[in-house]
């Protein structure tokens, strides 16, 4: 199945065919999971069915809202930290991205509108999620992701130009001192 969203063609495949049942089939998973990380290249109802569950149980839920789409406050309210970039963050805010101030000024207004933590991404790549689920501070979670950000951009490709561990842990001990 093919999208087209304001910036690309998305060619969904498999992920179009995530139902509700499949969800409802995962929810031990989701109960028992530290964290739970979504995007939107999966139905919407997916997600919100995903969301809820989590609510309930309390686990922790990170959203990257890719590709952009309106979402509803009642599902931001439900997400722990929500991950857009900066295209995302305008969709969602209506705010203009051009620099800093602007996130700063998006994540205010989704903040308002629920979602205790946002993180404009303002370049790609990440390891957030990593970094989270073992045990990391949010701040040190960050770091982490900004790393990891780093050295992906100075190779070629997507799926190639991700860090192994070995290489972030590296890149952090020779670039911050703690």
Known sequence: MFRETREALVASGANA????????QARKAIETAE???????????????AVRIAARCGTRVILNPAPARTLADELLRRVSILTPNESEAEMLTGIRQNGIAAAEKAA???????????????????????????????????????????ISVTRVGAQTSAPTRQSID???????RT
């Open 17 to 24: 065919g995530l139902a509700v049942s499949h969800v409802r």
């Open 108 to 150: 205010q207004q989704l903040r308002r509108r629920g979602v205790p933590t946002v993180i404009v991404t303002l370049g790609a790549g990440g390891a957030l999620a990593v970094a989270l689920t073992e045990g990391h501070s949010l701040a040190k979670a960050v770091q982490f992701a900004n790393a990891a950000a780093a």
């Open 170 to 176: 590296a890149f952090l001990r020779r670039c911050i």
């Open 35 to 49: 964290i739970l990380l979504l995007q939107l290249e999966t139905p919407l109802r997916s997600v919100e069915a």
